[in-house]
Every structure is written in structure tokens, then in C-alpha cells.
């Protein structure tokens, strides 16, 4: 359980770059439709070299065959757990600072105990005091900061981030019940998905459509040279280390409490968020508050490992 949460902590810590690199490419003008549809371009590319390399012709071609005979249910996971989820995502920071998006994006960790109810798995009720501290202690964090933000930063710097917050549990889960055997699902198992960075590029190349239709109905202007590199940055932190880490953490876990456990150590990414816009985007340092809620969000991480060897 201990390593699984260590994983997850790493993954935030990667992860949180999407919320800086984000902002900072909205700053200087990039469309929010390139820096989502750009990191996975990227993402599928650099994934798509490595396979071949690292697996072998014969894995690359396991997992190709296992997109085609599901590729319904890649498309539908695809889309909603990295299409619709970094599209929100990526639509937030033309319109608040990280630490707003990262702060809402908390949300997810009540909303993956919601998504795996909503898949038949259930949990005690000290499951979901841990996962409240979690939150609590995330919200303390940026309280000092909330009160200089005006309404119509919460609502559209918030409101499409309570969305994602739904969206990207319920692609990962979507996944791990297909594995599981939920009945409701196609039956999607190869030892090619033991492989977490095969699960990204599967996801990955499901949200293509997604983003071909998003583009065509946004109709953006072309990307700077400046978005170029930044969402290449995205792709590789964000969407393939971070993401990679994540599902394998994921993957290994083997209750609802295990899967909820790893779900909240993404709650590591606001306080990674906050230290990179302090040091990269000259944001001020958070006061006492901060510090109390970093202590309170890592006393119900402290519990769930606690719950664990109980």
C-alpha cells in the first residue's frame, strides 16, 4: 500500500506541470484547444516510437490487434477519461491561475469514491472521512488566495475543472473494469496491458476523434512555435510519466480502498502546482493556512496507509 502511495505522490508531482505549463502557454496566447490536442499528438508519437523498441514487433502488433478488436470501447474511454478530461482542463486556464485549477481539480477525489459506487464497489464509511481530510486540507491551502479571486474566475476557471474532475476517473476506471470482467464491458485482456505505458497509447490514440472534432468545430488559429514546445513538455511530464505512473499504481492495486488510496495522492499535485508557479510564474508564497492544510492533507493519506495494515 506504502508503495502504491509513493507512486501516486510521484505522479502528482509530474502530473502538476500540466496545470503551470498550461497557464503559462494561455499567458502568452496559445489557443487551449492546441495545448490539449498538441500533447497527445505528441504523446501518441513518441509512444508509438518507443513500443517497437522496447517491446519488440510483436507486442506493437498485440496491441494494435487489441485496439482493432475493441476499438468501440478504446474510443469511448479514449474520450472521455483523456479527451474530455484535458479539454476542460486545458479550457480553465485561459480563464484562472493554476492554483484555481489545480484547487478544483481536487474535486476528483471525491468524485473517483462516486465513479467507483457508480461501478458496483463500495466502501467504509472511514474511507470517505480520509478522503474528506484529503480535501479539506487541499481547500486550506489556497484559502488565503481564494478571497482576491473574483466570481467569473470560480465559475469558468472552476466549473469545466468539476467536470474533468468525473471525466478522468471514470476513463481509468472504465479500463480497470474491462480488465476486472465487468459483464457490462467488453472482455478486454492481454499481457500486453500488464504494460502501463501500452494503456496510455491505447487511451491516447481512443481520444483522437475527440480532438479531430473539437478542432473542427473550435476552428483555432495555428500554434506558436512557444505552444510547440510547451505541450511537447506536457506530453512527456504530464501524459506519459505522470499518466504511466498513475494507471500502474492503479493496476496494482487490488481492493476499492487500495484504488481510492492511489486516487487521493493526486491531490500531491496543488502543492507541486503552487511551488512551480511560486518559482517559474513569480506567484506569491502561501501563508500559514497553506501549511496547516498541507499537514491535514497528509494526515489522511497517513490514514489510508494506516487503514490498511489495521
Request: charged share 10%; with cysteine.
Amino acid at each position: 500500500m506504502i508503495r502504491l502511495i509513493l507512486l501516486g505522490l510521484v505522479s502528482g508531482m509530474f502530473f502538476s506541470s500540466t496545470f503551470i505549463l498550461n497557464r503559462a502557454m494561455s499567458l502568452e496566447g496559445g489557443h487551449w484547444v492546441w495545448s490539449g490536442c498538441l500533447r497527445y499528438l505528441y504523446m501518441i508519437g513518441f509512444l508509438m516510437i518507443a513500443l517497437p523498441i522496447f517491446q519488440g514487433r510483436a507486442a506493437a502488433k498485440e496491441l494494435w490487434s487489441l485496439y482493432i478488436r475493441h476499438w468501440v470501447f478504446w474510443t469511448l474511454a479514449g474520450s472521455i477519461g483523456f479527451g474530455g478530461f484535458y479539454a476542460l482542463i486545458c479550457f480553465s486556464a485561459d480563464h484562472a491561475p493554476g492554483w484555481v485549477i489545480a484547487t478544483t481539480w481536487q474535486l476528483t477525489i471525491l468524485a473517483s469514491l462516486i465513479v467507483l459506487m457508480g461501478f458496483g464497489r463500495t466502501f467504509p464509511l472511514r474511507i470517505w472521512g480520509f478522503s474528506l481530510l484529503v480535501f479539506l486540507g487541499v481547500l486550506m491551502v489556497n484559502l488565503t488566495q481564494a478571497a482576491q479571486t473574483d466570481l467569473k474566475q470560480l465559475i469558468m476557471g472552476g466549473l469545466p475543472v468539476l467536470v474533468a474532475a468525473f471525466c478522468y476517473p471514470i476513463g481509468n476506471q472504465l479500463v480497470w473494469e474491462a480488465q476486472a470482467g465487468n459483464r457490462r464491458l467488453p472482455r478486454v485482456q492481454s499481457p500486453c496491458l500488464e504494460n502501463p505505458f501500452n494503456k496510455v497509447l491505447l487511451l491516447s490514440v481512443g481520444s483522437l476523434p475527440f480532438w479531430v472534432i473539437l478542432v473542427l468545430i473550435v476552428a483555432p488559429p495555428a500554434p506558436s512555435a512557444g505552444q510547440l514546445t510547451s505541450t511537447a513538455l506536457v506530453a512527456v511530464f504530464s501524459g506519459i510519466i505522470a499518466t504511466s505512473l498513475f494507471l500502474f499504481a492503479r493496476s496494482r492495486a487490488t481492493t476499492a480502498a487500495e484504488l481510492a488510496a492511489v486516487d487521493a495522492t493526486q491531490s500531491s499535485e496543488v502543492i507541486f502546482a503552487i511551488a512551480g508557479e511560486i518559482v517559474f510564474l513569480h506567484a506569491p508564497i502561501p501563508g500559514l493556512a497553506a501549511v496547516a492544510g498541507v499537514v491535514l492533507m497528509c494526515v489522511g493519506l497517513f490514514l489510508f496507509v494506516r487503514y490498511q495494515q489495521l
